[in-house]
């Protein structure tokens, strides 16, 4: 169970698993983009394991490519929604999806909170500091929420995000058929939210 969807630009082409939420990288070919997908499997395996999910995924299947666009190329992937992702999403691979959500969400907050504030620059001494990093990803998140009709005010606490992250593990896990009612199916939410998440986690990890 390893489908994947290419999302090709023109200097970048990403790999995005369909069927595990968050497991998606980029390079600049297909084939790189899809070893250095499976250059990720470890990483994603700790997700799957806090998660209680058994990771057995395969060697990938492309089953389609869309075209990327700018955002691609500047290595995030396009709002761009296959329609694999308006197949009709069962409750129990929805709580299974759901279920890898909420264990990035925990290890991501985990990881943040034993990295120092300042992290290593990249090659051109940029990068955000650990707690540009972990606003970056709330605040999207909030964003990100809209798009499945989750909508919550600017936090002021983490009483507030934890209310917003329940609300919508609550919307996700249900079943879901068409027609689309919102600007996002929840197959690619869920695969949205969690990239953000982990492409961060993963960040931050690499620069502490």
Not at 50 to 78: Q, Y
Not at 135 to 142: F, K, P, T, Y
Not at 161 to 172: C, I, M, N, Q, S
Not at 173 to 180: F, N
Request: hydrophobic content about 40%; proline content about 8%; charged content about 30%.
């Amino acid at each position: 169970m390893n489908r994947v969807h290419l999302e090709i630009g023109r200097k970048k082409v990403f790999a995005c698993s369909l069927d595990w939420p968050g497991w998606a990288r980029s390079d600049k070919s297909e084939e790189a983009a899809l070893d250095r997908l499976m250059d990720y499997e470890a990483r994603y395996r700790v997700v799957a394991d806090r998660a209680g999910v058994p990771f057995l995924p395969g060697e990938p299947e492309v089953v389609a490519r869309v075209p990327g666009d700018t955002s691609t190329d500047f290595g995030v992937p396009a709002i761009v929604v296959p329609g694999l992702d308006l197949e009709p999403l069962p409750a129990a691979d929805a709580r299974r999806q759901v279920a890898l959500m909420r264990a990035a969400w925990d290890l991501f907050d985990e990881v943040a909170g034993d990295a120092p504030e300042e992290l290593r620059k990249g090659p051109r001494g940029g990068g955000r500091d650990r707690d540009r990093i972990v606003s970056h990803v709330v605040e999207a998140e909030r964003a990100f929420a809209r798009k499945v009709d989750v909508r919550h005010k600017p936090y002021k606490s983490a009483a507030d995000r934890d209310a917003l992250r329940g609300e919508l593990t609550a919307t996700l896990s249900s079943a879901w058929q068409p027609p689309l009612t919102t600007a996002w199916p929840p197959r690619y939410a869920l695969r949205r939210v969690t990239w953000h998440v982990l492409d961060h986690l993963w960040e931050i990890e690499d620069r502490k």
